[in-house]
């Protein structure tokens, strides 16, 4: 089965900084989701990376698809305190669209 | 505004009850899921459904059983709870997708379970 594996665990990162999230699978994604989840809640839909290559933006969050399709990356720029929560990776497993998750990254932000 | 609703935030249930977690959407959506979600192991996906009646084992399906009668509704069953299934519940679902159609997932608010 396709494993999603994401890194970091969790991070810490100063009001104003800049912060990387990676998700990289065992083979090609078809469809790749990054998703955000507030202590106790949902998951909220950030965006979503299909084509190789592919970089998307929302506000202050840029996400990216290698050419592979095997890794993308989720990148914020001077991050708020309404950035912190854990932010998960989905990917589909290409039947029906089955998704599946990684464990997820755990982002503080300190003022 | 699109809406996926679980009927309960929290719920305490004794070991060896059955109990029964509902997800309804008004979406429209062909795909339905259920997940759990623990520290350190992320979201795993329990069971899957693309059509009414129509069901997929997904990677932790052991104790556990679905019903979808219907396109809106999907069940969660717990056929004998234990306090191995102390968990945060997670419903979601999603267009099958086609030329046009998004197939992000939209998810409920989460039902926390403690099986005492």
């Known amino acids: 089965s396709q494993e999603l594996e994401q890194s970091p665990q969790s991070l810490i990162v100063q009001e104003g900084k800049n912060l990387t999230i990676n998700c990289t699978s065992s083979k090609t994604l078809y469809g790749l989701y990054w998703y955000k989840q507030k202590y106790g809640e949902g998951l909220i839909f950030l965006m979503m990376?299909?084509?190789?290559?592919e970089e998307k933006s929302h506000e202050k969050i840029t996400a990216k698809l290698d050419e592979k399709k095997q890794q993308s990356s989720l990148h914020i720029t001077a991050s708020q305190p309404s950035h912190a929560g854990i932010y998960l990776c989905g990917a589909d497993k290409g039947s029906w669209g089955k998704l599946q998750f990684g464990a997820g990254t755990q982002v503080v932000v300190t003022p | 505004d699109v809406k996926v609703t679980q009927s309960s935030r929290y719920l305490v249930k004794r070991t060896g009850e059955k109990v029964f977690l509902e997800c309804v959407q008004d979406m429209d959506h062909e795909n339905m899921f259920w997940y759990r979600q623990d520290p350190g192991l992320g979201l795993r996906l329990i069971y899957f459904?693309?059509?009414?009646?129509?069901?997929e084992k997904g990677d932790i399906p052991e104790g556990y059983s679905v019903s979808r009668e219907k396109k809106e509704r999907f069940s969660l069953i717990l056929e004998s709870a234990s306090t191995n299934q102390t968990s945060m519940y997670l419903c979601?679902?999603?267009?099958?997708?086609?030329?046009?159609?998004?197939?992000?997932?939209?998810f409920g608010q989460g039902t926390r379970l403690t099986v005492v």
């Open positions: 990376l299909q084509k190789g290559g």
């Open positions: 979601a679902s999603s267009s099958r997708g086609g030329r046009g159609v998004d197939t992000e997932a939209f």
């Open positions: 459904s693309y059509d009414v009646k129509m069901k």
